[in-house]
């Protein structure tokens, strides 16, 4: 059985960091891309980064570039996504996300999901 756990939430002020990591079980991590995307309220579940398998490779949403960064370590099966001079419309549930690595890294299909985790960002 597949699970993802994300974990680091919380609130925090405006301009202040968060690290959040999504610790994956029943998979062969290193197999599978790994995503982030989060949820606002009231709003549809948005693309916010990617990670490849390997790590080498990332993407990230234009909202979140240059503040965010997603790397990952396989060999502890997380991956973790730091996040920099939050802005209130950060506000979200934070999802990780996981597929097999085959398809491209921008596609927005994920096959495994987690719970979410609430970041709250105060301004």
């Known amino acids: 059985q597949v699970q993802l756990v994300e974990s680091g939430g919380g609130l925090v002020q405006a301009g202040g960091s968060l690290r959040l990591s999504c610790a994956a079980s029943g998979l062969t991590f290193s197999t599978h891309t790994a995503g982030w995307f989060r949820q606002a309220p009231g709003k549809g579940r948005e693309f916010v980064a990617a990670?490849?398998?390997?790590?080498?490779?990332?993407d990230y949403a234009d909202s979140v570039k240059g503040r965010f960064t997603t790397s990952r370590d396989n060999a502890k099966n997380t991956v973790y996504l730091e996040m920099n001079s939050l802005k209130p419309e950060d506000t979200a549930v934070y999802y990780c996300?996981?597929?097999?690595?085959?398809?491209?890294?921008?596609?927005?299909?994920?096959?495994?999901w987690g719970q979410g985790t609430q970041v709250t960002v105060s301004s």
């Open positions: 996300a996981a597929r097999p690595y085959r398809a491209a890294l921008n596609s927005r299909v994920y096959d495994f």
């Open positions: 990670i490849s398998r390997t790590g080498i490779n990332t």
